[in-house]
């Protein structure tokens, strides 16, 4: 299609298959601001339909691999898939981390798949904001499964990646420290649990670790106790038990309403956090100014405390 900023252009565009527009639409999400905004308000009225995946877990565990071979099995059954590989990292400092999706370009050229990177770039509520929104939109198109592909386990990738519907955790055999992997929230999130790697020595150990700590967590007689599945995502090995694992899951909290628990959880999350940013936006656009000047000055000179000169600055915007 033509070159066009139009929001409305570019969504019909993508819901007619145009992968250019979709990529349009995209990066007006991860810049943000009002376009980022009017795609939000497109999409959601025609989103809901979609079934998200996270995968995440440290640098190296292979989740790209795995993320490839498991749209591998996708198309092996038709269906469509998107994916979503989320890089937290600057787009400039990021190159390496970029690089290693290039496994995934295998299946850059079939229509029924869509990779993209996304960073956080100018997006005012980083990527926390912009991945379900991009979610959405990719929901909102058509794409009825999506994998989100987080970096590491910092804050940001296990925010990410519990944010799905099914989160899947990758781990190597010999992962190395439970109680640091516990503290980044794996345990926390962890829907079903991937030992990748599975050719290594050391899966039973890591397998009775998990089981280990599993037991430990006092999960309820009657809640999901999330599988352990060993793969080789190199070969495929394991990748059908793994989607027959994440499909149980999906399974077992339609049944028990789970899903609809945690769908609705995220949205008032959402949108606690999309005030917050407009809050602070606005924070940012009065902290300007004389009066700013007089005030912060003031504070500076211990003629008035913060407190009052804040509150002053405030008095347009609370009410």
Known sequence: MART?????????????DRGATARLLSLIERGGEPGRAVGRIAYPRSGQ??????????G??????????????????????????????????????GDRVRMQDHATDPGVFIRSMATRGHLG??????????????????????????????????????????????????????????????????????????????EETRRDLEQMLDLSDLPRDAWRPPIVPTIASTGEGVVALWDAVVAHRAHAESTEQLAQRRAF???EELREIVANRLRERAREIC??????????????????????????LAGIVA
């Open 288 to 313: 300007t100014g004389d009066r700013w000047d007089e005030l912060t000055s003031a504070v500076v000179a211990h003629t008035t405390d913060p407190w009052s000169a804040a509150d002053e600055m």
């Open 61 to 98: 565990a292979g989740k790209s691999t795995l993320t490839s071979a498991t749209i591998g099995h996708l198309r092996s059954m038709d269906l469509e898939v998107a994916v979503l590989a989320i890089d937290p990292s600057s787009p400039f400092t990021g190159g390496a981390i970029l």
């Open 266 to 268: 995220r949205s008032r």
């Open 126 to 203: 980083g990527l926390s904001l912009a991945t379900p929104e991009a979610v959405r939109l990719l929901d909102a198109i058509g794409r009825r499964w999506i994998l989100v592909e987080t970096v590491g386990v910092g804050q940001v990738e296990v925010e990410i990646a519990g944010k799905a519907d099914t989160t899947v955790v990758v781990v190597n055999p010999g992962w190395g420290d439970s109680v640091q992997a516990n503290k980044a929230g794996l345990m926390e999130i962890a829907d079903v649990f991937v030992i990748n790697k599975a050719d290594r020595k050391g899966v």
């Open 5 to 17: 900023s139009d929001p409305n252009e570019l969504f019909s565009a993508a819901v007619a298959g």
């Open 50 to 59: 979609a079934y998200t995946v996270g995968m995440t877990g440290a640098p």
